[in-house]
């Protein structure tokens, strides 16, 4: 995981995947919910973006791994993830597209 003091950290997919198996980073979905059903990273829990400041998930200690589909909408909203009050803060590279290409699995439906 790499990250620097005022700058968006990034994560990729065999990385997440191996964080996850250990419950080391929470995992937050900001795609729509409509994006969500139709896959997901197992794990992970929806904030939309468009909801994002009334959804923040009130637990906010330790590392978080935010995801989108291609890593754009992460990529283009670094500061208002920084500001969450999360640390450190991350993102998944390449979004779900990413994680799909590297061979791993995804919940649909």
């Known amino acids: 995981m790499t990250e620097s003091a005022r700058k968006l950290g990034e994560v990729g997919p065999t990385e997440l995947k191996q964080l996850l198996?250990?419950?080391?980073?929470?995992?937050?979905?900001?795609?729509?919910?409509?994006?969500?059903?139709?896959?997901?990273?197992?794990?992970?829990?929806?904030?939309?973006?468009?909801?994002?400041?009334?959804?923040?998930?009130?637990?906010?200690?330790?590392?978080?791994?935010?995801?989108?589909?291609?890593g754009n909408r992460t990529g283009k909203n670094a500061a208002l993830f920084l500001e969450t009050g999360y640390g450190p803060v991350y993102h998944?590279?390449?979004?779900?597209?990413?994680?799909?290409?590297a061979g791993l699995p995804v919940e649909r439906g």
């Open 21 to 70: 198996d250990k419950g080391a980073v929470k995992l937050i979905d900001v795609r729509e919910v409509n994006e969500n059903q139709a896959e997901r990273i197992a794990g992970g829990q929806l904030v939309p973006l468009s909801t994002f400041g009334q959804s923040i998930p009130q637990d906010q200690a330790g590392p978080v791994v935010f995801y989108c589909r291609s």
């Open 92 to 101: 998944l590279v390449g979004g779900i597209e990413g994680w799909k290409a």
